[in-house]
């Protein structure tokens, strides 16, 4: 059984193994002090039902509504359309739909903001993925030997730590192993928790699913988050 201690105890290898962790809602958020929003979610985050595993509805007060999922004015006109471009300071994921529009989500990031910066693409997208333990974070913690490479990673499902879906970015033909993926943790948006990848509510990482295709390019801006945190 995975517990929150493996996951905070492989920490340290985050940046190593890119996407290796979960994050914990326990965490101290690194962005802007923000009260929980009291207004109730938007239909958009009810439960799902007719995937192959339910996804709890997000409750209220948990996710601030600067982070729900919005068309807004394109803050990035220049780029082409169907780019991502991920702001790990402001906590936000855009997908350009034109040169006036783009698609808005929330998003949680590492506890490092992110540890590269640059141009990458989404090399392919998969849903409901396999999480593969890396081989230097089994080496660290042997309990998650049934998830290794080796063994085949863990079953998908609703606490698989790569969620609904993941698209896999791809940096100069090389992966980078980070994940922009789905998780169940309501409460890690617009934080920096435990992990280094891109994780969104499961609602809104199949809704990107969905609009977003193969060899799409990512832009990933530079963090100015601090390297430590309280």
Same mark, same amino acid.
């Given at each position: 059984?995975? +517990?929150?201690?493996?996951?905070?105890?492989?920490?340290?290898?985050? @940046?190593?193994s890119?996407?290796?962790?979960?994050?914990?809602? +326990? !965490? /101290?958020?690194?962005?802007?002090?923000?009260?929980?929003?009291?207004?109730? $979610?938007?239909a958009?985050?009810?439960?799902?039902?007719?995937?192959?595993?339910?996804?709890?509805?997000v409750?209220?007060?948990?996710?601030?509504e600067?982070y729900?999922?919005?068309r %807004? /004015?394109?803050?990035?006109?220049?780029?082409?359309?169907? +780019?991502?471009i @991920?702001?790990?300071?402001?906590?936000h =994921?855009? =997908?350009?739909?034109?040169?006036d529009?783009? &698609?808005?989500?929330?998003?949680? @990031?590492?506890?490092?903001?992110?540890?590269?910066?640059?141009?990458a693409?989404?090399?392919?997208r998969?849903?409901?993925?396999?999480?593969?333990?890396?081989? !230097? $974070?089994?080496?660290?913690?042997?309990?998650? /030997?049934?998830?290794? %490479?080796?063994?085949?990673? &863990?079953?998908?499902?609703?606490?698989?730590?790569?969620?609904?879906?993941?698209?896999? =970015?791809?940096q100069?033909?090389?992966? /980078?192993?980070?994940?922009?993926?789905?998780?169940?943790?309501?409460?890690?948006?617009?934080?920096? %928790?435990?992990?280094?990848?891109?994780?969104? =509510?499961?609602? !809104?990482?199949?809704?990107?699913?969905?609009? @977003?295709?193969?060899?799409?390019?990512?832009?990933?801006?530079?963090?100015? $988050?601090?390297a +430590? $945190?309280?």
């Amino acid at each position: 059984m995975i +517990t929150r201690r493996l996951f905070l105890g492989a920490a340290p290898l985050a @940046v190593l193994s890119g996407c290796s962790t979960i994050g914990s809602s +326990t !965490d /101290t958020p690194s962005g802007p002090a923000l009260k929980p929003t009291r207004k109730a $979610m938007p239909a958009a985050y009810g439960a799902v039902l007719d995937e192959p595993y339910p996804i709890p509805a997000v409750a209220d007060g948990i996710v601030p509504e600067r982070y729900w999922r919005q068309r %807004v /004015t394109n803050p990035y006109p220049n780029e082409a359309p169907g +780019t991502l471009i @991920v702001d790990p300071n402001a906590f936000h =994921l855009h =997908l350009i739909e034109s040169r006036d529009s783009a &698609m808005r989500y929330g998003i949680g @990031v590492g506890r490092q903001g992110f540890s590269w910066s640059g141009d990458a693409v989404v090399q392919y997208r998969r849903k409901w993925p396999r999480w593969k333990a890396p081989d !230097d $974070m089994v080496a660290r913690n042997p309990e998650l /030997t049934p998830y290794s %490479v080796a063994n085949g990673g &863990m079953d998908p499902g609703p606490n698989n730590p790569l969620g609904a879906r993941a698209l896999y =970015l791809f940096q100069n033909g090389k992966d /980078t192993l980070y994940r922009i993926h789905g998780n169940p943790e309501a409460n890690s948006i617009g934080k920096a %928790v435990s992990s280094g990848c891109i994780r969104m =509510l499961n609602q !809104d990482v199949i809704d990107l699913h969905a609009r @977003v295709r193969d060899g799409a390019k990512v832009i990933v801006r530079s963090s100015v $988050m601090p390297a +430590t $945190m309280a």
